[in-house]
T-cell receptor
Framework: GAGVSQSPSNKVTEKGKDVELRCDPISGHTALYWYRQSLGQGLEFLIYFQGNSAPDKSGLPSDRFSAERTGGSVSTLTIQRTQQEDSAVYLC???????????????FGEGSRLTVL | SQQGEEDPQALSIQEGENATMNCSYKTSINNLQWYRQNSGRGLVHLILIRSNEREKHSGRLRVTLDTSKKSSSLLITASRAADTASYFCATDGNDYKLSFGAGTTVTVRA
């Protein structure tokens, strides 16, 4: 596609339920990032992928969070047993390469807004 | 943890005025970038300044970098209503993660 696509754009769930957030990066982009943005806050790094591999999972807040990427394209961020503090906008971004991230070529989707009741 | 911190948190100016916001960071960097986020949208890259540069211009944007003070500033000249957005600085270190600050929310009044 022309840009980074994320779905769903909005998700309301009940505490304790699992949710899956999907990211379709720009075609050909090998690097893919997930960030979390809580209300009025900056971006919190969660995880990045180079191809299908995630060299750095240090940003995942707890073991309830996991992410995978298949075929070097689509990525899914899964949150199990959601808690109210998980409410945030989850942003996905992609880049041609990890190096390109450093040169300003990181392209963001519009995010998935998660509300946990 | 967030590397950059923007100041002020919020800024309200009249159309045509200049807007200045600052960013401080903690560790050494390769490059510093500024991004804009319109309400409900993703972030868009605005401008990048390398660690060996002191000033850079792009259209109505002017960025400065002082590595000795670990700080940067973004100036938007002759602001327009369309400049209403949140602005974030982002830094990279020895890894491939961009660390973002909490942002400055700019409101341009017509």
């Amino acid at each position: 596609g022309a840009g980074v696509s994320q779905s769903p754009s909005n998700k309301v769930t009940e505490k304790g339920k699992d949710v899956e957030l999907r990211c379709d990066p720009i075609s050909g982009h090998t690097a893919l990032y997930w960030y979390r943005q809580s209300l009025g806050q900056g971006l919190e790094f969660l995880i990045y992928f180079q191809g299908n591999s995630a060299p750095d999972k240090s940003g995942l807040p707890s073991d309830r969070f996991s992410a995978e990427r298949t075929g070097g394209s689509v990525s899914t961020l899964t949150i199990q047993r959601t808690q109210q503090e998980d409410s945030a906008v989850y942003l996905c971004a992609s880049s041609l390469s990890l190096f390109a991230v450093r040169t300003g070529e990181l392209f963001f989707g519009e995010g998935s807004r998660l509300t946990v009741l | 943890s967030q590397q950059g911190e923007e100041d002020p948190q919020a800024l309200s100016i009249q159309e045509g005025e200049n807007a200045t916001m600052n960013c401080s960071y903690k560790t050494s960097i390769n490059n510093l970038q500024w991004y804009r986020q319109n309400s409900g949208r993703g972030l868009v890259h605005l401008i990048l300044i390398r660690s060996n540069e002191r000033e850079k211009h792009s259209g109505r944007l002017r960025v400065t970098l002082d590595t000795s003070k670990k700080s940067s500033s973004l100036l938007i000249t002759a602001s327009r209503a369309a400049d209403t957005a949140s602005y974030f600085c982002a830094t990279d270190g020895n890894d491939y993660k961009l660390s973002f600050g909490a942002g400055t929310t700019v409101t341009v009044r017509a």
